[in-house]
C-alpha cells in the first residue's frame, strides 16, 4: 500500500503511512503531538475530528472565524504560539466546499514557526483539483516543508466509505511517531 502510493505521488516509501481512514491518522497525529497544556489550531466550520481527537488528549482548541467560508489561514498563522502543536486545515473544506490557494497556504507554511505541524486534509482534493491555484501538496510542498502532513482519502471520490482507506505523507521522522502509535 505505501510503496505503490509513494511511487504515485513521487515521495520516499518512508514519507507515506496507511490507516484507517483519514479519522485515524488525525487521531494518531493527536496522541503522538499533543498533551493537555498544547493548543490546535482550526478553523471555524472544519472537520468536526480536528477538535474531536485534540479535546480527548486534553488540548486547547484556537477557533479562527472564516473570512467569506474560508479559512483565513493568514489569521490561523498569527494565532501560532509556543503551545501550538498542530494547526488543522481541511482543503477543500466541508461542508463550505471552499478551498485555499497555493499561495495562502504557502504563506501559511512559512509564516508558522517550525514547531508546529501544519496538517492539511485533502479528502476532498479529488474535487478541486481542476481549480487552477489548488495547492499541488504531493509531493511538492511535502518535500519542501519538514512540518507539513499531507493527508488523503479514498473513502470520499472512491466511493470506498466502508473500507476507511486513508493515508497520510509527510516528513519520515513525523510519521514514525504514527508508525509507532
Request: hydrophobic share 45%; net charge negative; proline share 7%.
Amino acid at each position: 500500500g505505501a510503496d505503490v502510493l509513494a511511487r504515485f505521488h513521487r515521495i520516499r516509501p518512508e514519507s507515506v503511512i496507511v490507516g484507517s481512514g483519514s479519522d485515524e491518522i488525525i487521531r494518531m497525529l493527536c496522541e503522538a503531538y499533543l498533551d493537555p497544556e498544547d493548543e490546535v489550531i482550526v478553523s471555524q466550520y472544519a472537520f468536526i475530528r480536528f477538535r474531536q481527537q485534540a479535546a480527548v488528549m486534553g488540548a486547547g482548541i484556537i477557533e479562527v472565524p472564516m473570512t467569506d467560508w474560508t479559512h483565513d489561514l493568514e489569521t490561523m498563522a498569527r494565532a501560532a504560539n509556543p503551545r501550538t502543536k498542530l494547526v488543522f486545515v481541511a482543503n477543500p473544506n466541508n461542508p463550505t466546499g471552499t478551498d485555499n490557494t497555493t499561495g495562502e497556504l504557502q504563506d501559511l507554511l512559512q509564516a508558522v514557526p517550525a514547531a508546529p505541524l501544519v496538517v492539511v486534509d485533502e479528502a476532498f482534493s479529488q474535487f478541486a483539483e481542476e481549480n487552477d491555484d489548488y495547492p499541488r501538496s504531493l509531493p511538492l510542498l511535502v518535500r519542501r516543508h519538514p512540518n507539513l502532513v499531507v493527508i488523503r482519502t479514498f473513502s470520499q471520490a472512491y466511493g470506498l466509505a466502508g473500507l476507511r482507506v486513508g493515508y497520510a505523507a509527510g516528513d519520515p521522522e513525523v510519521l514514525g511517531w504514527l508508525d509507532r502509535i
